[in-house]
T-cell receptor, first 114, second 114 residues
Framework: AQSVSQHNHHVILSEAASLELGCNYS??????LFWYVQYPGQHLQLLLK??????LVKGIKGFEAEFIKSKFSFNLRKPSVQWSDTAEYFC????????????FGTGTRLQVFP | GAGVSQSPSNKVTEKGKDVELRCDPI?????LYWYRQSLGQGLEFLIY????????KSGLPSDRFSAERTGGSVSTLTIQRTQQEDSAVYLC????????????FGPGTRLLVL
């Protein structure tokens, strides 16, 4: 079945460590790609998005993601995490057959320890 | 401006009862979405409204689920004859238009069916 995969379910890091969260999708054709974040007790917020153009996208709070079309991937990165980055991170895709429907990955829980 | 609001924030009900969940989208947003976030299932698309067009109901899990959007603004998600597996957080999102625009999420309604 067509889907969005996040292979890291739970990531534990110390502050200042580098972060990379994987996201792969299985839709052919043109897709829109998103990373959302859900901080403890808060609602989902957009971190960054890719529609077209430069495949390296910069978002809020120092996050960036790279779209690699040949690998069907949109991995999220941050060079140096902070304790305040502790949250759940969701990759999402609008598939080419329905650009109004967000298909989410199962999420990655990130815990950052001081 | 105000974000997406949802009410109630929490709802506890008994199996077999009907529940109504409300969503107030961001003013001026023509597209409105409902998702369900349940343990182990991640975020699932339920239904999508765009303006006065017929809604995309393709994600509704059963005919016990229905939704309406009155006057192109407020939306109500109704679950009839609730079951324990309906326990989840129900999220509403809105976007300025359709076609892959960023979706802005509300805080969700946490539903517990006993």
């Amino acid at each position: 079945a067509q889907s969005v995969s996040q292979h890291n379910h739970h990531v534990i890091l110390s502050e200042a460590a580098s972060l990379e969260l994987g996201c792969n999708y299985s839709y052919g054709g043109t897709v829109n790609l998103f990373w959302y974040v859900q901080y403890p007790g808060q609602h989902l917020q957009l971190l960054l998005k890719y529609f077209s153009g430069d495949p390296l996208v910069k978002g809020i709070k120092g996050f960036e993601a790279e779209f690699i079309k040949s690998k069907f991937s949109f991995n999220l990165r941050k060079p140096s995490v902070q304790w305040s980055d502790t949250a759940e991170y969701f990759c999402a895709v609008t598939p080419p057959f329905n650009t109004d429907k967000l298909i989410f990955g199962t999420g990655t829980r990130l815990q950052v320890f001081p | 401006g105000a974000g997406v609001s949802q009410s109630p924030s929490n709802k506890v009900t008994e199996k077999g009862k009907d529940v109504e969940l409300r969503c107030d989208p961001i003013s001026g947003h023509t597209a409105l979405y409902w998702y369900r976030q349940s343990l182990g299932q991640g975020l699932e698309f339920l239904i999508y409204f765009q303006g006065n067009s017929a809604p995309d109901k393709s994600g509704l899990p059963s005919d016990r689920f229905s939704a309406e959007r009155t006057g192109g603004s407020v939306s109500t998600l109704t679950i009839q004859r609730t079951q324990q597996e309906d326990s989840a957080v129900y999220l509403c999102a809105s976007s300025p238009s359709s076609g892959g625009e960023t979706q802005y999420f509300g805080p969700g309604t946490r539903l517990l069916v006993l």
